[in-house]
């Protein structure tokens, strides 16, 4: 009978142990996930990811911009550089930087961030952002040093010659994707992308692989490398990673968690744990 009940407690410890755990790994998620938050979203041709995704997060920060959350898409985007002000980019708020640029109006601004201006891509590097999510946000960037306008019909006509434009593009790659195909030089490169995978290829700490690297880079690291903003490597661009790589992990880790060059400490958001910011770097170099 003791033996029964010894056996009984030692079932009962052992389960309310793997449930506390259970729960510790939970809020550990949870923080991760506020920590992150608005992190933006990878959305696909043909899914419902325009205003109506923005809108669902809340909020009244789009001001004069419809439904769309101006703050949140700032939030997720822009902040990246116009909080840090990463290549020149000027911070918001910052009346002295904005002086010359608000002269030249409110659609000229908005222009430059649907289409691109300097190291500033087209959208922010979020090609996914529809025209009133741009609106919204730069309405929200600027609101503190200009009075800023509704948002019109001309929005939508700037998007038909984007879309226009955007296809006749995609099609002048595909012509020279299939070119390169025939150049045995194209081998050549497919070897040094293998390299450069295999460099990346290391054992991580259980910790850093526990993360979801994929949604630390989304959230705050693709603003800059996916489009190559103040020289930073793009993502997949084994030529540009090779020597970085080559000075090892400890070393981009330090760069990435301190900050390097232009590069701001943590990407900008100093609320993300070490361990994230490594993990976001082996996502990266993968």
Known sequence: MKSSKLILGCLITLGLATSQAMAQDDAA????????APVGSLCLEGQDCGSAAMAAA???????????????????????????????????????????????????????A??????????GGNPNLSDEEVHAAVAYLVEPVMDVPAADAAATEDASADAAA??????????????AASDPAVEDQAANDEAAADGAAVEMDPAVA?????????????????AGIA???????????????AQGFETLYDHAINGFNAMPPKGGNPSLSDDEIKAAVHYMVQ
């Not at 649907?114 to 087209?122: T, V």
């Not at 526990?210 to 996916?226: F, L, N, R, S």
């Open 29 to 36: 998620r949870d923080a991760m996930a506020e920590r992150l």
């Open 166 to 179: 955007s296809e006749e593009t995609a099609a002048e790659d595909t012509a020279a994707a299939d070119t």
């Open 210 to 226: 526990a993360i979801d690297g994929a949604a630390v880079y989304g959230g705050i690291c693709m603003a800059c490398h996916e």
């Open 58 to 112: 809340g909020g009244d920060g789009g001001g004069a911009s419809g439904d769309a959350d101006g703050e949140a898409v700032y939030g997720s985007i822009c902040m990246a550089c116009h909080d840090t002000g990463v290549a020149g980019a000027p911070k918001r708020g910052d009346e002295a930087a904005w002086a010359e640029r608000t002269t030249k109006g409110f659609d000229t601004l908005l222009d430059h």
């Open 114 to 123: 649907l289409n691109g201006f300097n190291a500033m891509p087209a959208r």
């Open 231 to 245: 020289g930073a490597p793009v993502r997949g661009d084994a030529a540009a990673w090779e020597p970085r790589l």
